[in-house]
Nanobody, 116 residues
Framework: VQLQASGGGLVQAGGSLGLSCTGS??????IGWYRQAPGKERERVSC????????FYADSVKGRFTISRDNAKKTAYLQMSSLKPEDTAVYFC????????????WGQGTQVTVSS
């Protein structure tokens, strides 16, 4: 499955930003969002199952980020609010049959920069 993440940009701390992940076969897969900041390990941010029955959030984003999907549009979303400078990273979407720590199919990343 080919995935394309988009929607990154520059935002001030406290602001909001929405990311999208599109893919021709996206509706068949669970979708995860990950991020990697310079000099840091990749972090699993969130995940949503195929039918949106279950979601996962890292403690670092719980209550601030919301994952969702529209299978008819073959698109998954990550709505980010109350952004902090430490949210600055390249964000990636990934797919697999199930939500898991490391997923099998990856898209290219989109840069999110939060200024203080």
């Amino acid at each position: 499955v080919q995935l394309q993440a988009s929607g990154g940009g520059l935002v001030q701390a406290g602001g909001s930003l929405g990311l999208s992940c599109t893919g021709s076969s996206l509706h068949y897969y669970a979708i995860g969002w990950y991020r990697q900041a310079p000099g840091k390990e990749r972090e699993r941010v969130s995940c949503i199952t195929t039918a949106s029955g279950s979601t996962f959030y890292a403690d670092s984003v719980k209550g601030r980020f919301t994952i969702s999907r529209d299978n008819a549009k073959k698109t998954a979303y990550l709505q980010m609010s109350s952004l902090k400078p430490e949210d600055t990273a390249v964000y990636f979407c990934a797919a697999d049959l199930f939500c898991r720590e490391t997923m099998s199919y990856w898209g290219q990343g989109t840069q999110v920069t939060v200024s203080s």
